[in-house]
């Protein structure tokens, strides 16, 4: 059976942690802190576009130079996806989130309150101590949504459920040259992380089977914010290529290490901090060649293909280095963007399809 | 991993040199110069077919300060540390250490200006960055990439500084800078204000700007003193002061400049300010303008409108825009841009000047929400007496461009003024449509007219 089709409903989600008590939140991409969140009893459901979404609502309040996640978030709210849930959050991820953050709260002001969470570039002390005094901020509006402030007992429950996920999405990507999965089921598993609870999360990823995995071919790692139709992992498998590893903000980005700190604050920032090197993150262009040369060779990846947002400028300021310095190590770059629908473009499958070829 | 490219055009120059080339001839050459611009200019009068009056006298003299700045830039690596700068970043702290500041924004500026900025993009593009980068960000790596530019020479930077108070688009820029030159590069990141500055916010900010101390004094080669850094933080808060009056003396009607002279005129403030020539040069321009507003004389001949910019000028537009809305009897008096630099003055306080420095840099127009800029647009159109506001919708600048839409229905709406989303860029004239704005901007008229 399809992975997709074992998943629960978003929808039914909504109303199963309901009686758990807690509230929803709609959390735009792609860094905060699920476990704060589950203290305060607050579940996250993200929103990645979605794909399905006109971007007419959203054109109405962004120029046409606008990314998709953003201008399609919106329609997505001003169309009433959003009426179910209790908050908004959106993380200061970049310049056109900053824009939809600040928008909404001050021109389109929705129902439900909108919370933000500003992340620093870097990784210095300086940098950990304001992210903690940011997350204590942040508990405080989610202490006003749910009306709940945790204690020791709470904190410790969010942290053993959550910290648990992370661990199974770290082993899914372990276990993925084991997982008889085919591409797109593996990231279906993989992103239903942005809906599940953590207890149904770490259930589906450990029911995974093992065997022998149906793609061959060229292996591919994938680099940019969201990968999406899930047609695309289906049409690099008809062109004799699979995804082998990933660079996704919806992906391996977010395989945060444990953190051992005993403030709750504290350590939350620590693992957010210690994300994969992201360019969202100011990571330095250096790091990322270091990262992405080390995985492709360790998964066996022989191109890299860099599968961007229309207009996504975090992600397109560090490609002519990267590609120079991964070609240098011998491993191919191709870039391509797409805008986000229900199909692939021709033009941009075809772009991918030479490229294989180039490879086998 | 760094110099991807030779970059053999960024070149060490001998402290002999600096002295002859820059000190004794650039300097005495540059004086001459400037001389003649100020006799032409004090020549010239109202011409018949010119719907603009004269140019102000003084922009002799800051064409002689922007030209012996570039031209020092040319010397001084070997000579001077050299930095390159954003150009909201603290610069007060880089200057107590003598370092020599280059802005790359202000160069890209430049060659957009002098209509360079298309084909230093497309260098870039060749090099595959993408044209949906921002056009500074472009027109600066080409530079950098074929070693072009209008200035001259650019010296190679020891130190990077970046502050993302206007954008995060800098960093990103910036750590292609890093790589390239692999220098250290300190970032000063300001989190963006979506309501007032909390107490979190300003001591981040401030511990970045201590912190920061200890890695400019090792490339600067020498200590730093709280003494010089309280110097220049004054002067800094003099000319920013200053500056801001220059840009209110446009209230009056008819105004003595227009935004696009303050646009020009903004180069001292945001290249050298915290030098004390960047005041004198202001209290001369304050006191032309003065003198203008004695005589009645204003920017253009007939103003008849009066009306905002909103975001970043057109840069290789400016000229031929100044000209044709003056023809139209419309005089862009304000602009949210210029401000930017000055109305921050009143937090500058050199007795704290970390406290007081990390309040500035945090408040940016640019790092705060989309209804703060509503509401100053909202104030400078009842201060400045306004028929109406041109929002430049800059496809290259997301951070000022996103919330247009909502904050010119605003205008609209709540003020029933007309306000007009132009589409462009600010430095890319490949996204600039001369025709469909032409209509856009006769239609913009034709309706301050119909409220008149
Ligand atoms: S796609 Fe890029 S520009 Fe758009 S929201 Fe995501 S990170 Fe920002
Ligand atoms: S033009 Fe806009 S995007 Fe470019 S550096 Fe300036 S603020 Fe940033």
């Known amino acids: 059976m399809p992975i997709a089709d074992r998943l629960t409903a978003r ?44 971007r007419d609502k959203g054109s109405q309040h962004f120029q046409a130079y606008t990314c ?49 969470l500003y992340l620093p570039r870097g990784c210095r002390d300086s940098d950990r101590a304001f992210l903690i005094a940011e997350l204590r901020r ?39 040259p084991r997982l008889a999965l085919s591409d797109r089921d593996f990231y279906t598993a993989v992103r239903s992380r942005e809906f599940l609870t953590a207890e149904d999360f770490g259930e589906l990823a450990a029911s995974l089977p093992e065997g022998d995995p149906p793609a061959d071919g060229v292996g591919l790692m994938l680099s940019g914010i969201v990968a999406e139709p899930l047609e695309l992992f289906d049409r690099i498998n008809e062109m004799g290529a699979h995804v082998v590893a990933d660079d996704l903000a919806c992906g391996y980005r977010r395989v945060y290490p444990p953190a051992a700190e005993s403030d709750p604050f504290a350590r939350i920032a620590a693992q957010l901090l210690a994300c994969p090197p992201d360019p969202t993150r100011g990571s330095p262009i250096e790091q990322r060649v270091a990262a992405l040369r080390s995985r492709m060779r360790e ?62 | 991993m760094t110099e991807t490219t030779p970059l053999s055009h960024y070149v060490r120059s001998s402290r002999l040199d600096y002295q ?27 011409r018949e077919d010119s719907v603009l009056n004269p140019p102000l006298r003084c922009v002799a003299y800051m064409k002689e300060m922007m030209s012996r700045h570039y031209l020092e830039g040319r010397y001084a690596n070997g000579v001077r540390k050299v930095a390159w700068v954003t150009s909201g970043a603290p610069a007060e702290l880089l200057k107590a250490l003598d370092f020599f500041l280059i802005y790359p924004e202000n160069h890209a500026a430049l060659c957009g200006v002098r209509r360079k900025a298309e084909s230093l993009c497309e260098e870039a593009e060749h090099d595959g960055y993408s044209r949906d980068i921002c056009s ?17 020479r650019l010296p190679r930077p020891d130190l990077l500084l970046c502050c993302t108070n206007i954008c995060q688009t800098v960093l990103y820029w910036y750590r292609v800078l890093a790589a390239h030159f692999g220098c250290p590069l300190i970032l ?36 730093f003193s709280e003494r010089s850094f309280m110097q220049v933080v004054d002067h800094s808060r003099r000319a920013s002061e200053l500056w801001l009056e220059v840009l209110n003396r446009s209230r009056h009607r008819p105004a003595p400049m227009t935004a696009f002279d303050g646009f020009i ?51 290789y537009k400016i000229g031929d825009f100044s000209k044709w809305l003056g023809g139209h009897g419309v005089n862009v008096v304000a602009s949210t841009y210029t401000y930017a630099w000055g109305e921050l003055s009143p937090m500058i306080d050199p007795s704290k000047p970390f406290e007081s420095m990390a309040r500035v840099y945090l408040h940016p127009i640019l790092n705060r929400s989309t209804g703060h800029k509503l509401s100053s647009m909202q104030r400078m159109v009842d201060e400045f007496h306004l028929d109406g506001v041109i929002l430049h919708s800059d496809r290259s600048c997301k951070p000022y461009s996103l919330g247009q839409i909502d904050q010119r229905d605003h205008l609209v709406q709540e003020m029933g003024i007309p306000a007009l989303l132009l589409e462009a860029d600010h430095n890319d004239p490949r996204a600039y449509a001369e025709e469909q704005s032409t209509q856009r901007l006769e239609a913009f008229i034709e309706m301050m007219e119909a409220r008149a």
């Not at chain 1, 169309?79 to 939809?100: E, F, S, Y």
């Not at chain 1, 006003?144 to 910290?163: M, Y």
């Not at chain 1, 391509?336 to 490879?359: D, H």
């Open chain 1, 11 to 54: 929808k039914a989600i909504i109303e199963r942690v309901r009686g758990l008590g807690r509230k929803v939140v709609a959390v735009l991409p792609f860094h905060y802190p699920r476990a704060l969140l589950r203290a305060y009893r607050l579940h996250p459901i993200e929103v990645w576009g979605p794909p399905n979404v006109p």
């Open chain 1, 68 to 116: 998709d996640i953003v201008l399609k978030a919106t329609s997505f709210l001003l169309r009433g996806g959003m009426d179910p849930v209790d908050a908004i959050l959106v993380p200061h991820t970049c310049d056109a989130l900053q824009g939809m953050a600040s928008v909404t709260a001050d021109f389109l002001k929705p129902r439900q309150p909108v919370l933000t």
């Open chain 1, 138 to 176: 942040l508990a405080g509006c989610c202490a006003e949504i749910s009306g709940h402030k945790p204690n020791e007992a709470d904190w410790a429950e969010a942290f053993a459920a959550e910290e648990a996920a992370d661990r199974a999405l770290a082993s899914l990507y372990q276990r993925r």
């Open chain 1, 299 to 360: 998964s066996g990846a022989q191109g890299l293909l860099i599968y961007d947002v229309k207009f996504c400028e975090p992600e397109l300021f560090d490609i002519p280095l990267l590609r120079k310095h991964l070609a240098a190590a011998g491993l191919p770059v191709l870039h391509v963007e797409f805008e986000m629908g229900m199909t692939v473009s021709r033009q941009v499958l075809t772009r991918i399809e030479a490229f294989v070829e180039t490879l086998q």
């Open chain 2, 20 to 46: 002859l080339r820059y000190e004794l001839l650039g300097k005495a050459l540059l004086r001459v110069q400037r001389w003649r611009d100020q006799r032409k200019l004090a020549g010239l009068r109202p």
């Open chain 2, 136 to 152: 500074y960000g472009r027109t600066d790596i080409g530079a950098m990439l074929s070693g072009k530019t209008p200035a001259g």
């Open chain 2, 188 to 223: 000063i990141d300001t989190p963006f204000l979506y309501h007032e500055a909390e107490a979190h916010q300003v001591a981040y900010v401030q511990r970045q700007l201590e912190e920061m101390v200890s890695v400019a004094e090792q490339v600067a080669g020498r200590s």
């Open chain 2, 265 to 315: 005129h903004m180069g001292p403030i945001v290249d050298m300010r915290g030098d004390p020539e960047t005041t004198d040069y202001y209290e001369r321009m304050l006191d032309e303008l003065d003198e203008r507003i004695r005589n009645g004389v204003g920017a253009i001949k007939e103003e008849r409108y009066r009306v905002l910019w909103d975001n970043l000028p057109i840069w």
